[in-house]
């Protein structure tokens, strides 16, 4: 009843800040008073570095540019190894989970189906069990750790990547490790992926995330997270060939024991052939049409399965017990392959890698992966000559992405008046962007996490392999405006636990910012229908005036414009 209760509240204030949006004039869009075609000035230039190489300014920051100059903005953030961030890395140790490897996780979470067998292999040895009821409430403790684990293991992550986005001082690095991160989409919820996305961010996209494209995605590939989202780790030769291989196994260990020896090894080796279901297409079709070439990069459905193909024994030594990538030619399928009219001749491992290095460095990839980050950087509809830019970089430079940004950043476009504030924030730079904004201080605050949900954007939990859009029509629609809103008010009027702000020092920022401010007369009516609202509602507690004072709902207001919403 109390929840329900509330999240009426929340629909209420984020209904009464939207017809305060509404009734103010000129509010409902964006302008730069009639400067449309006009080149913009130094500060604008300095506020869209900052709105798209990062999330955002926070107090102080347009001064820091300022003084650096723009150049030597972009130069830096192309370098983020070389900028400190102690204060960042203070507040990231008390996330423990970020520094366990996934054994470590595996050992601390177990999966309950993994203990289930283990008993059940102890029975068989004769070994003694104790009663059944004892057994069944081993389990349901078993479970209980494990959707515990999952679910520290999230937190922390959300937390962390919510903490680097307010705090980091390697902004672009942060844009490009969410950009990753979508790019190369995993869903933490799927079964083992609970124990090696850490992993999968902080050693595999974060590091690499400004390199060259093909070593990330070569680590993509290898990655055990990866294998697993997309089933890689149980593709195989056909069922065929492997039911020889099983036979022939069976008959060595049947050998083996007659001798009186064998290995744990083999039989481990035979459990996973036992499961072997052949060829399993799902990440060769991801890897072409998400990762590299895109939908139209002129690969065909045979294609799509030589890639598979040539990615069989392409698996994770011990998953269960998060292990790491391995190579099992038992599983792989022999023989040359054609790959894009090019013969891949048969060589177990090296098959694979000259895939990943053929795909990563195609004239289709080039255009692809720049199209995107143009997209991400500069508009939703990419102007073509700055992709054909990019792309040419992309291919000179053997798909390396720093210079890859640094062509987008130094063309006119990038500056031009038609992309300034063109981009609708996503949840998450919505969000950072105003703790930013509001100079806030915080905690480990898991409650970002549900306003983030609430706006559409899950972390880590994207099912779809597309990972989240990055476009406006994705983003803009009457709940999630609400949802905007409500966080607005939450955030201006210190109503998130372990989240504070300081608007007398944050307000001169919004000033800089040029963010709607509105009138002593209609902060008042909103007082007001605050006020009617919590009446007809029977939650005068939540929404009485008092909580509210004048320059709470002008900060909300101005959280919640949309120029805030666009970046």
């Known amino acids: 009843m109390h929840s329900s209760a509330s999240g009426k509240t929340r629909q209420s204030i984020g209904a009464v800040l939207l017809c305060l949006l509404l009734i103010i004039p000129g509010s409902s869009t964006y302008s730069r008073a009639g400067d449309e075609h006009k080149a913009l000035t130094e500060k604008e230039k300095i506020l869209h570095l900052l709105n798209r190489l990062g999330f955002g300014p926070r107090p102080g920051d347009i001064e820091k540019v300022t003084a650096m100059g723009l150049e030597a903005y972009i130069e830096q ?182 001798q009186g020896r064998g290995g744990q090894g083999e039989r481990a080796l035979l459990r996973l052939l036992q499961r072997a279901k052949g060829l399993n297409e799902n990440y060769a079709r991801e890897l072409m049409e998400l990762h590299t070439l ?31 990538f391995q190579f099992r030619p038992f599983l792989h399928e022999d023989g040359d392959k054609v790959v894009l009219g090019r013969r891949v001749r048969s060589q177990g491992i090296e098959e694979g890698e000259q895939v990943i290095r053929m795909l990563a460095n195609h004239p289709s990839t080039a255009r692809f992966i720049s199209t995107k980050l143009v997209r991400r950087f500069v508009a939703d509809d990419p102007p073509a000559d700055l992709v054909d830019a990019a792309s040419l970089t ?100 210190d109503r998130i636990p372990q989240i504070r702000v300081d608007l007398a020092s944050a307000w001169p920022l919004f000033q800089q910012l040029g963010l709607p401010e509105p009138s002593a007369q209609q902060l008042q009516q909103t007082r007001s229908l605050l006020s009617q609202v919590g009446e007809e509602g029977n939650q005068r507690s939540d929404l009485r005036p008092a909580r509210f004072p004048k320059q709470v709902i002008a900060a909300a207001f101005m959280l919640g414009s949309p120029q805030f919403q666009k970046r």
């Not at 204060?87 to 309950?112: H, I």
């Not at 459905?301 to 990615?311: F, G, K, N, P, Y």
């Not at 291919?395 to 640094?406: A, K, M, N, Q």
Request: a neutral charge; hydrophobic letters at 40%; aromatic letters at 8%.
């Open 294 to 324: 895109g939908v139209d990069g002129g690969y065909s459905q045979e294609d799509v399965i030589q890639v598979a193909r040539c990615l069989t024994g392409w698996t994770i030594s011990a998953p269960r017990q998060g292990g790491s």
């Open 394 to 493: 992309f291919e000179r430079t053997g798909g390396d992405i720093r210079e890859v940004l640094r062509t987008l950043f130094t063309h006119p476009h990038f500056f031009s008046p038609a992309v300034y504030q063109a981009k609708v924030k996503k949840p998450l730079e919505l969000v950072a962007s105003a703790l930013r904004a509001s100079g806030a201080e915080m905690k480990p605050a898991r409650h970002l996490m549900r306003i983030l949900a609430e706006m559409g954007e899950a972390l880590y939990l994207c099912q779809e392999p597309t990972g989240y859009p990055d476009v406006a029509s994705a983003w803009i629609n009457t709940n999630s405006l609400l949802q905007r809103l409500n966080f607005a008010l939450a955030l201006a009027s």
């Open 77 to 258: 953030q192309l370098h983020p190894q070389e900028i400190p961030d102690p204060a960042l890395e203070k507040r990231l140790s008390a996330f423990k989970t970020l520094t366990m490897t996934p054994q470590e996780l595996a050992e601390l979470y177990p999966n309950p189906n993994q203990q289930r067998r283990q008993r059940e292999g102890a029975e068989n040895n004769g070994e003694m069990m104790g009663e059944s009821a004892e057994a069944t409430r081993e389990m349901q403790e078993a479970r209980r750790q494990m959707r515990a684990g999952l679910q520290r293991i999230r937190f922390e992550l959300s937390e962390a990547k919510i903490m680097r986005a307010v705090y980091s001082e390697r902004h672009l690095q942060e844009v490009m490790s969410d950009f990753w991160m979508n790019h190369f989409n995993i869903f933490l919820a799927k079964g083992l992926d609970r124990v090696y996305t850490t992993d999968f961010e902080e050693n595999v996209v974060r590091p690499l995330a400004l390199g060259k494209f093909e070593d990330l995605l070569m680590a993509t590939a290898k990655s055990p997270a990866m294998l697993y989202y997309l089933d890689n780790w149980i593709s195989t030769a056909p069922a065929e060939v492997m039911e020889e291989r099983v036979s022939e196994l069976r008959s060595r260990l049947g050998s083996q024991r007659r």
